[in-house]
């Protein structure tokens, strides 16, 4: 927030001439009080919400939205985490009267893309490199309006029960990783280097992250996470702006970020990039974002 805010202020004053010409309505917890959070003392207008979790604050669309058309502002930054991926928020703001400005991706987009199975489906049928994985043969239009791919084709690259998951891994050929879609920050997520394994891996997945569907995805070992950053308009029209190397990882989750990456040749990471953005365009995929690749 502190990082946005003076940003943003440093642009107003570069194109206004007054730093002040923008107004930074800010939500603030009682443990944000107490911390004597920065970002508190640099906003215009402070607003008081519950404590807590983040349901009751930052991660309720419901509070986010009422608070945004009561103050009457104009667009609503939410920042990493939270409610900033859920497309459920952007949805709600621009069916406000008048609409407000999500700063991100549009609901349909992030919809698509924030789902492992149906971005994975988009992403091969847009040509983007994929690893191989159970639904690797499945290519489909994808429906911008209603950012989602058809049912059945979705039902296809599910991996259901147990015994389909054996039939799977072993097609594939081991090691795999058995993962679900909704899964994320180290939950949802096993290697399996034996095919009598497998089925309690897929139960300890399912358990994990009730309700969610799986798919199974070969291994890629010793590869480097290289991330190539996007920027897209609401014309069409999107730009890859280098990229990152984000391979110092601890419980799958990333505590270095280096850049630019330098693990792939100029060649291969000018192929990289052009398919990064052949995904943004197939999704009309609007402001920044990024394509993480594993690479070997």
């Known amino acids: 927030a502190v990082k946005a805010i003076r940003s943003i202020r440093r642009w107003a004053y570069d194109v206004f001439g007054n730093e002040k010409a923008i107004t930074f309505v800010v939500m603030a917890t009682p443990e944000d009080f107490r911390a004597n959070a920065e970002y508190i003392r640099m906003g215009d207008v402070i607003v008081d919400v519950p404590g807590g979790s983040n349901n009751h604050n930052y991660a309720n669309v419901t509070l986010i939205v ?3 058309r009561l103050h009457g502002v104009h667009a609503v930054w939410a920042g990493w985490g939270h409610a900033s991926e859920n497309p459920t928020l952007p949805d709600e703001l621009e069916r406000s009267n008048p609409p407000i400005k999500f700063i991100g991706p549009q609901g349909p987009p992030m919809r698509a893309l924030g789902d492992k199975i149906g971005s994975t489906i988009i992403a091969q049928s847009a040509g983007v490199p994929c690893i191989g994985w159970n ?24 991996v259901s029960t147990a015994t389909q998951a054996e039939t799977c891994a072993t097609q594939l050929g081991f090691p795999v990783m058995i993962k679900a879609s909704e899964g994320g920050g180290g939950k949802g997520i096993r290697k399996v280097t034996r095919a009598e394994d497998v089925a309690d891996a897929y139960r300890q997945v399912c358990g994990e992250v009730p309700g969610s569907p799986i798919f199974i995805m070969k291994l890629s070992q010793n590869s480097r996470h290289l991330e190539v950053q996007l920027l897209a308009d609401e014309y069409g029209d999107a730009i890859a702006l280098n990229g990152r190397d984000c391979s110092v ?15 792939a040749s100029p060649d291969v990471w ?4 052009k398919a990064a953005v052949a995904l943004a365009k197939a999704v009309h995929y609007t402001n ?6 594993l690479y070997s």
Do not use: F, N, W
């Open 249 to 263: 990882q601890r419980r799958h989750q990333k505590i270095i970020e280096e850049g630019p990456p330098v693990a």
């Open 288 to 293: 920044a974002g990024t394509v993480e690749y």
């Open 270 to 273: 000018k192929e990289m990039e």
């Open 66 to 68: 009422e608070l945004a």
């Open 135 to 158: 639904g690797q043969d499945i290519i489909a239009e994808y429906d911008r309006s209603k950012g989602s791919l058809p049912q059945d084709v979705y039902d296809e690259a599910t």
